[in-house]
């Protein structure tokens, strides 16, 4: 079966910093472009962060440069967001998407991606 799997997800005080990792079983996340994105219950879910398959070109949303940080270990079929400076608004359920073949100008559309994890809470306490 293929899966997307986030992990590292959880409760940290404003200021503070968590990292999440995205994994994949049945395939291997070298060659796919990968998606961090977020949502806040009643409201839609919005890009974060995006990486290419080559690590060559990767992009953040506005409300999170300079403090979160995209990359990938590709023998350890991983990609990281690194989340510093934590806010109360950072607080959501922040998933992971992978696909293959985007345009950079693709990578930040929800519609573009086909695979997905289930999702990993985020809760930024004031």
């Known amino acids: 079966e293929v899966q997307v799997v986030e992990s590292g997800g959880g409760l940290v005080q404003a200021g503070g910093s968590l990292i999440l990792s995205c994994t994949a079983s049945?395939?291997?996340?070298?060659?796919?472009?990968i998606g961090w994105f977020r949502q806040v219950p009643g409201k839609e879910r919005e890009v974060v962060s995006c990486?290419?398959?080559?690590?060559?070109?990767?992009d953040y949303a506005d409300a999170v440069k300079g403090r979160f940080t995209i990359s990938r270990d590709n023998p350890k079929n991983t990609v990281y967001l690194q989340m510093n400076s934590l806010k109360p608004e950072d607080t959501a359920v922040y998933y992971c998407?992978?696909?293959?073949?985007?345009?950079?100008?693709?990578?930040?559309?929800?519609?573009?991606?086909?695979?997905w994890g289930q999702g990993n809470q985020v809760t930024v306490s004031p």
């Open positions: 998407a992978a696909d293959v073949g985007l345009l950079r100008a693709r990578m930040a559309i929800e519609a573009e991606y086909d695979y």
């Open positions: 049945g395939f291997t996340l070298n060659g796919y472009d």
């Open positions: 990486i290419s398959k080559n690590d060559d070109n990767n």
